[in-house]
């Protein structure tokens, strides 16, 4: 069974920092592109971040650029990200998700996590 399990979100300051952490199962890093993507209230869903592992290619957003890292720890079945100098605007839940082809889209995400809370406060 594929699964995806966030944790590490929680309340900061602006420009704070925060790291998210994605522990897999059911599959193995290299099998999939692994994204973070974010659900803010009253918006739709937006990608962030991918990494695929295979070739350690990411990708990133323009509005998260420079600001977060994403990285994957193979043995650990882990994707983590780290996200420094937050701001009130990336507030948001943020999911894990697992997908074959590479990019920030949604729609090219299969497997998702249950989300976690991030919330900046100015």
């Known amino acids: 069974e594929v699964q995806l399990v966030e944790s590490g979100g929680g309340l900061v300051q602006a420009g704070g920092s925060l790291r998210l952490s994605c522990v897999v199962s059911g599959f193995t890093l290299d099998d999939y592109t692994i994204g973070w993507l974010r659900q803010a209230p009253g918006k739709e869903r937006e990608g962030t971040s991918s990494?695929?592992?295979?070739?350690?290619?990411?990708f990133y957003s323009n509005s998260v650029e420079g600001r977060f890292t994403i990285s994957a720890d193979n043995a650990k079945n882990t994707v983590y990200l780290q996200m420094n100098s937050l701001q009130p605007e990336d507030t948001a839940v943020y999911y894990c998700?697992?997908?074959?082809?590479?990019?920030?889209?949604?729609?090219?995400?299969?497997?998702w996590g249950q989300g976690t809370q991030v919330t900046v406060s100015s």
């Open positions: 990494i695929r592992t295979s070739d350690l290619s990411t």
């Open positions: 998700a697992a997908g074959p082809d590479y990019g920030l889209g949604p729609d090219l995400f299969k497997y």
